[in-house]
T-cell receptor, first 113, second 115 residues
């Protein structure tokens, strides 16, 4: 069965500092991986996705993620965090039909001045 | 496009009452998903429809929950009778048929509180 682990429940980063959010997945076939962001009181918005090809994918808002098959990881990164990036971030793995997504438990990002 | 529309945005009800949550997917999208988000269990898929047909309802917690999609532009999630443990945020999402982005577009959610 598919599963996603986000080991960090909370992360605090200073504004302007770099960010890396961890995501590990378990899936028997080639995974289809996603990162979503949820601002308070809002629904989820897609940041980026990986299906195949280049293992470094670029997304919106300056985010990128790198797929590492050997480590079963899909970590999200941003070189310089802005206060507006404070939100909850979810990693998800999808099945081949892209119909079902299994989400991780989320990482809440706090940005300090 | 207005995006995925959910109503109501907030619902407060008493235990034992019937609750109906509504969702209008993005026009042209052919798959619709209902999720529940709680602090304890995170984001769980309850059920999804493809071309108005329920495909997988294995996430529906129990018989008190039911979902329908009578046409391509409307779906409901009903809880009868409601219980305090049903308190959560319920999200609806839709995805385009044959699209290459495979992005699920989420609505703003309905925050349900059962007293």
């Amino acid at each position: 069965a598919q599963s996603v682990t986000q080991p960090d429940i909370h992360i605090t980063v200073s504004e302007g500092a770099s960010l890396e959010l961890r995501c590990n997945y378990s899936y028997g076939a080639t995974p289809y991986l996603f990162w979503y962001v949820q601002s308070p009181g809002q629904g989820l918005q897609l940041l980026l996705k990986y299906f195949s090809g280049d293992t470094l994918v670029q997304g919106i808002k300056g985010f990128e993620a790198e797929f590492k098959r050997s480590q079963s990881s899909f970590n999200l990164r941003k070189p310089s965090v802005h206060w507006s990036d404070a939100a909850e971030y979810f990693c998800a793995v999808g099945n081949t039909g892209f119909q079902k997504l299994v989400f991780g438990t989320g990482t809440r990002l706090l940005v300090s001045p | 496009d207005a995006g995925v529309i959910q109503s109501p945005r907030h619902e407060v009800t008493e235990m034992g009452q019937e609750v109906t949550l509504r969702c209008k997917p993005i026009s042209g999208h052919n798959s619709l998903f209902w999720y529940r988000q709680t602090m304890m269990r995170g984001l769980e898929l309850l059920i999804y429809f493809n071309n108005n047909v329920p495909i997988d309802d294995s996430g529906m917690p129990e018989d008190r929950f039911s979902a329908k999609m009578p046409n391509a532009s409307f779906s409901t999630l009903k809880i009868q009778p409601s219980e305090p443990r049903d308190s959560a945020v319920y999200f609806c999402a839709s995805i385009a048929a044959g699209g290459r982005s495979y992005e699920q577009f989420f609505g703003p959610g309905t925050r349900l509180t059962v007293l």
